[in-house]
């Protein structure tokens, strides 16, 4: 049952046990295959959960399409670098851009350059980061949990809607993340004695700094309490110093050539942002409560399993288990003093709610009828007095389960203003009533032989239901269909597309610039630049005044309010979700009129 005090603590010797004694045993090693016969069948779990969490990457409703804001943008910079190969200053329709760090254009270049220019390869880097971090966050718990805590969290990770939301899209954090438990992997490793995984975590901050310049510290301060704990096992390791200067030295192998080839501005520009950043909010509708109402709502019902968890490791085994509780708590604290609140920095957290996660689940599979000898010996007995934990949880989802079956129904009678829902009227329901299950389960405990596992495996059935059914919405990750569902040979007809002109390139392919005013249409351009085959250069509002572009444009909606296409000796072409694609009218080009489509 869900109570406290919960089972001690400690690196268990099978599935679902945990050893008596309570400190952090120094054979719990990855490097110690002989000595831990049950590690490789740990490794096997956390292979297995990363395989069937795939589908939940992959399955999609219909096909995909980027987002303007950023996904697009890191797209094309990654086209632009296979096509001029500027690896050192990636550029964003000929602009060289220094504002973040090139590792992820670089790995969304190499996906491209593997399996063409497309979504799932400018998504690939992510979806793979989101999937190894699966087996990471087990093997980090597996330190300092029972080892069915470490493999229930592995479970409920895949099962958090923003972890697999962030993980489908052209993104830098869920690689972060991914880097941040590398290396924190490294490191308790390392200070467990075997200081040649110091390195793992140099290389891991390295590349941490290349993915996202100093975003990589924050993880690091909330590493402090944990650094201060194990200070004797670090501070005089020459291996752990050497592998902080590596991870410079990596960071350091892009900042000094990119330097030399384009000046400080390579410096000033980086450094720049994150003061920025760190000045003022960039989100006006992020509040200082923002988090605290984002971070329960997109990982409900498992943030609420969190605190639970979290609460159980602070008031049974606080020291044992620091890093687990501690790491989250000081990140969502440095998370919340920076000025600019977004949802995808939360990203960082989720991993550590997922083992927190497993640790309350862990503790429901303990959940009986009748108190033996043994637990009155070991204190546990408890577990069966009030608080109930277990009690209260399974009430409370309950609700949510009564409000989810309303709902649901409410769909299916076609009550005015849920039609966005009609496709879940089915889940909702079998939601609604998977949640209602959960206080009989807990009533008839001492009945049900197996409550414990029926509880749980209730909570997780209901997680897939819903994961599943998110990742098949039509527009889930389809941000853009009409851009990529664009028909370029009926838009520009093949007498105007085999003119040679001075927007052409020199294999003929024709140049469209794209138009852009301001920040009102910036995401939307950012994402017809890239499903434009071979996008020109930005032209502003002033530009497009003084005829600064070439033969073909898209003029953006703000711009064409702004003024006269027609005046502008612009005819038009077509035109899609407001954007129009304009040729200037030129004798030398064909006098052929181009309908709007």
Known sequence: MLTCPMRPFGNPNRLGSSPSRR???????????????????????????????????????????????????????????????????????GEPFFEKPPLLTWSVALSFALYGVNEWAARLPGILAALLSIPLVGWIGWFFLPMRAAFLGMAVLPLCYLWVQQGRLVGQDVPLTFLELL???????GILGHRVWFWLTGVAFGLGLL?????????????????????????????????????????????????????????????????DLGQEPFHADAT??????????????????????????????????????????LLLLLLQLYPTKTPYYTVQLYPWLALLAGVALDQALAMRGR???????????????????????????AAVGLLLLGLGVAVRLGVDGLE?????????????????????????????????????????????????????????????PAFAQMDWNQMLPPSVRAIRTES???????????????????????????????????VDDQALQRGEYGDYLWVSPVQAEQVEIRDLGLQPLAEVEGWQLVRRLDPLLEQGSGEPL
């Open 371 to 397: 108190v033996s000898g043994a637990d009155r010996v070991s204190g546990t007995e408890s577990l069966h007095l009030k608080p109930r934990l277990a009690q209260v949880i399974s009430w409370g989802l």
């Open 288 to 329: 200082g409560w923002y988090y605290f109402w984002h971070i329960p709502v997109h990982g409900f019902p498992w943030t609420v399993l969190a605190l639970v968890g979290g609460f159980l490791l602070v008031r049974q085994q606080p020291g044992s288990t620091l890093l687990i509780w501690s790491f989250p708590l």
């Open 183 to 189: 290396g924190i992997l490294g490191l308790v490793n």
């Open 504 to 538: 052409s390139t020199e294999s003929g392919e024709t140049v469209v610039d794209i138009g852009r005013s301001g920040l009102p249409d910036v995401c939307q351009a950012q994402a017809i630049a890239f499903y434009t085959p071979n996008p020109g250069r930005w």
């Open 23 to 93: 400190s952090l045993p120094g054979s719990s090693s990855f490097v110690q295959f002989r000595r831990d016969p049950h590690l490789v069948p740990f490794w096997g779990l956390s292979l297995l959960v990363m395989g069937l969490a795939v589908p939940l990457f992959v399955l999609s409703g219909a096909d995909p399409s980027l987002a303007g804001c950023d996904e697009s943008f890191y797209a094309q910079m990654a086209r632009e670098l296979l096509r001029g190969g500027h690896w050192l200053g990636p550029t964003f329709l």
């Open 211 to 275: 993915m996202k310049s100093a975003m990589i510290l924050l993880p690091g301060a909330a590493l402090i309490p944990y650094l201060v704990q194990q200070r004797r096992r670090w501070m005089g390791s020459a291996p752990f110093w050497l592998a902080l200067g590596l991870g410079l030295g990596i960071f350091g192998l892009w900042l000094g050539p990119a330097m030399q080839v384009y000046g400080p501005q390579v410096l000033t520009t980086l450094v720049g942002k994150v003061w």
């Open 420 to 480: 966005l829902l009609q496709s879940h009227a089915w889940p909702l329901v079998a939601m609604g009533l998977l949640y209602l299950l959960l206080p009989g389960i807990w009533s008839w405990r001492r009945v049900l032989r197996c409550a414990g596992s029926l509880w749980v495996g209730i909570l997780l059935l209901a997680g897939i239901l819903a994961m599943i059914t998110i990742v098949l919405r039509p527009d889930f990750g389809n941000f853009s």
